[in-house]
């Protein structure tokens, strides 16, 4: 009888009924064909609507309990995952201790450690540091505390200028007397930044000498302590093993005989793979971490603001157009001395996207490493000399370290788009490796038919830089039997970029590896070196066209060719930070040409410190 009810009940009547079957208990007995045994259903229609409104019902009650509960959920998935890894890296360390794998596992996850403690109690810490700083100032008065800094401030610079002036006479001058000209080459760059400045009254020299002050002593934990050298050395060559990986994309896609194009097969799709590895690292927090923190340290060390000690920070990652995202929305707040110390940056390192790339023409990682991380402090300490602060800035260091940028959905996303991003610089590469190549070859042509209707032979580019960029090769340090042959790889890095001086680097290391197993294999060989260079092994009956550079000169060449200070990227960074700030487009034209030289003398100055500490390694 309640089912004829039921069928004779109106639509609206019926489903009310159902709906409070959902939310009332009682009607349980009235209504529920999914609970009936065995019993088929009257009305299908209704039986499914009831279970998916069920089952709408049990999301509902999951979803509110994880929103209330949201907090704990994630403690005890947490507290999982690290019970798990310590489970597992306790046994790691019990089944195999000793080889590198071993030690590799230890050190990522002792910077993880560092990281989480860092992410708990490192604000804490932070607050209490400004809150014992403010309560000096109002115990003892701002005078007071004034007075206490200065007093410390010139502590610390007796305390550094002290080590390293001994340091440099009796380490270095006894020892390497012959690194000592590299001296000579900072001192000249500083000056003639110093004189060529736009303001040479108003320079600030504390961000100018510890700037140099941290290139010194980051040198000097690199080249001249063993553990040092040996953590970036070990950090080169995990840098190349991962980079290898990128193999296997280019010959899948390529094929087999992928090597047999060197330069569009295999040195482009590392910019790719690196390119997504990056993004990869930027969403899971990994860069974002490094970067804060590395942000603030040149900021306390330096006295420099917080936008430009950031983007400074991101440079050794990042490149010169992608880094400046992090502080997009300050760009049209800064003064034009920070502005300057951006662009400065971006043209004093290289991404890290390419710099993978360059490994592969035999430059050695390690260094290449050690480049990056030198010139974020060089390039502040080089924008602030030839372009001095001299307005004030309002911005709040505290929304910029916030570091607000578009999150993508996921891992695969951050990779996809990782690897969609690096097309532009990919095909900016090629086609720009192309041109000025090409450009190169009309040049010498011309320069060629223009000396010799003087009777002139030989007249090139390459010649030209040869004796042009002569004594900046010398004054860093340059062996007299390399210092042209570094010239010239200096022009190319100007007038065309970074990336064809590179390539003929590693030309010459190339050469080097054939001279090596020539005098090898043969102890009693014979060469001749021609004037322009060139080598002729005249048993083997070989030329090594542009000859080889030592090993002292290739560390040096390493640091003094990694930037992207040339004419063509002065257009790629006016154009991307115009993008980013029109209305900032004017000064930004204004100050290109200062901040692109101000880029390469950060390089050179690098450079300078690595002749300076060379101990005969590479």
């Given at each position: 009888?309640?089912?004829?009810?039921?069928?004779?009940?109106?639509?609206?009547?019926?489903?009310?009924?159902?709906?409070?079957?959902?939310?009332?208990?009682?009607?349980?007995?009235?209504?529920?064909?999914?609970?009936?045994?065995?019993?088929?259903?009257?009305?299908?229609?209704?039986?499914?609507?009831?279970?998916?409104?069920?089952?709408?019902?049990?999301?509902?009650?999951?979803?509110?309990?994880?929103?209330?509960?949201?907090?704990?959920?994630?403690?005890?998935?947490?507290?999982?995952?690290?019970?798990?890894?310590?489970?597992y890296f306790g046994y790691a360390m019990y089944y195999r201790f000793g080889d590198e794998g071993s030690y590799r596992l230890m050190v990522v996850t002792v910077l993880g450690v560092l990281i989480i403690l860092w992410g708990i109690g490192g604000g804490s810490v932070m607050n209490v540091i400004n809150s014992f700083h403010r309560g000096c100032v109002q115990y003892h008065g701002r005078n007071r505390c004034r007075i206490f800094s200065i007093s410390v401030r010139?502590?610390?610079?007796?305390?550094?200028?002290?080590?390293?002036?001994?340091?440099?006479?009796?380490?270095?001058?006894?020892?390497?007397?012959?690194?000592?000209?590299?001296?000579?080459?900072?001192?000249?760059?500083?000056?003639?930044?110093?004189?060529?400045?736009?303001?040479?009254?108003?320079?600030?020299?504390?961000?100018?000498?510890?700037?140099?002050?941290?290139?010194?002593?980051?040198?000097?934990?690199?080249?001249?302590?063993?553990?040092?050298y040996g953590a970036?050395?070990?950090?080169?060559?995990?840098?190349?093993?991962?980079?290898?990986?990128?193999?296997?994309?280019?010959?899948?896609?390529?094929?087999?005989?992928?090597?047999?194009?060197?330069?569009?097969?295999?040195?482009?799709?590392?910019?790719?793979?690196?390119?997504?590895?990056?993004?990869?690292?930027?969403?899971?927090?990994?860069?974002?971490?490094?970067?804060?923190?590395?942000?603030?340290?040149?900021?306390?060390?330096?006295?420099?603001?917080?936008?430009?000690?950031?983007?400074?920070?991101?440079?050794i990652f990042a490149g010169m157009t992608e880094c400046p995202l992090m502080i997009r929305p300050f760009l049209p707040l800064m003064t034009k001395s920070e502005l300057h110390a951006v662009?400065?940056?971006?043209?004093?390192?290289?991404?890290?996207?390419?710099?993978?790339?360059?490994?592969?023409?035999?430059?050695?990682?390690?260094?290449?490493?050690?480049?990056?991380?030198?010139?974020?402090?060089?390039?502040?300490?080089?924008?602030?000399?030839?372009y001095p602060e001299t307005e004030t800035s309002d911005i709040d260091p505290d929304d910029v370290y916030k570091l607000q940028m578009d999150k993508p959905n996921n891992v695969i996303e951050a990779a996809s788009n990782g690897a969609s991003v690096s097309i532009s610089l990919v095909a900016n590469v090629a086609v720009n490796v192309m041109a000025f190549l090409a450009l190169l070859q009309l040049v010498d042509a011309s320069l060629i038919f223009l000396g010799d209707r003087v009777g002139v032979e030989n007249l090139t580019f390459q010649l030209i830089c040869s004796y042009v960029f002569y004594p900046i090769s010398f004054v860093m340090g340059i062996d007299p039997v390399d210092c042209r042959r570094m010239a010239r790889l200096i022009g190319f890095k100007t007038f065309t970029n970074e990336f064809v001086a590179y390539i003929e680097m590693g030309k010459l290391i190339d050469n080097g590896h054939v001279f090596d197993n020539y005098t090898a294999t043969l102890p009693n060989a014979s060469w001749v070196t021609q004037p322009n260079d060139d080598i002729f092994l005249t048993d083997w009956g070989q030329t090594l066209v542009g000859g080889i550079m030592l090993p002292r000169s290739q560390v040096i060449a390493t640091y003094a060719l990694c930037g992207f200070s040339n004419l063509g990227s002065m257009g790629i960074q006016i154009?991307?930070?115009?993008?980013?700030?029109?209305?900032?487009?004017?000064d930004l034209t204004a100050m290109a040409l200062r901040a692109m030289i101000a880029g390469n003398v950060a390089c050179f100055l690098t450079a300078c410190i690595a002749g300076l500490f060379y101990s005969g390694e590479l």
């Open positions: 009888m309640e089912d004829a009810d039921v069928k004779t009940m109106p639509e609206k009547s019926l489903t009310e009924k159902k709906m409070s079957v959902l939310v009332n208990p009682a009607f349980e007995n009235d209504s529920s064909d999914c609970e009936r045994n065995g019993n088929e259903p009257e009305e299908p229609e209704d039986r499914g609507n009831l279970c998916s409104r069920g089952v709408g019902t049990l999301q509902t009650a999951v979803t509110s309990a994880y929103t209330k509960h949201e907090k704990a959920v994630w403690m005890v998935i947490k507290f999982l995952l690290m019970a798990g890894y310590i489970g010139w502590f610390l610079y007796v305390c550094a200028a002290v080590f390293i002036g001994v340091y440099t006479g009796v380490e270095i001058g006894m020892n390497q007397p012959r690194n000592l000209m590299s001296l000579i080459g900072i001192a000249s760059l500083i000056f003639v930044m110093y004189i060529t400045s736009t303001d040479p009254a108003r320079v600030n020299w504390h961000p100018v000498f510890w700037g140099m002050a941290i290139q010194y002593i980051f040198a000097c934990l690199i080249l001249k302590t063993a553990w040092g970036f050395d070990w950090l080169g060559k995990r840098m190349t093993e991962v980079l290898g990986y990128s193999n296997t994309g280019a010959q899948f896609v390529f094929g087999d005989s992928y090597e047999d194009h060197m330069f569009a097969f295999k040195v482009l799709p590392v910019i790719v793979y690196f390119s997504s590895l990056i993004a990869v690292l930027y969403y899971i927090g990994a860069m974002q971490y490094i970067i804060r923190v590395l942000g603030k340290f040149l900021a306390f060390c330096l006295d420099t603001k917080a936008t430009e000690s950031l983007n400074a920070a991101g440079n662009m400065t940056g971006g043209f004093a390192t290289v991404s890290g996207s390419v710099l993978g790339a360059y490994v592969t023409y035999g430059v050695k990682a390690n260094h290449l490493l050690a480049a990056s991380v030198m010139s974020a402090p060089a390039a502040l300490a080089i924008s602030k000399l030839t154009g991307g930070l115009g993008a980013m700030a029109p209305s900032r487009k004017s």
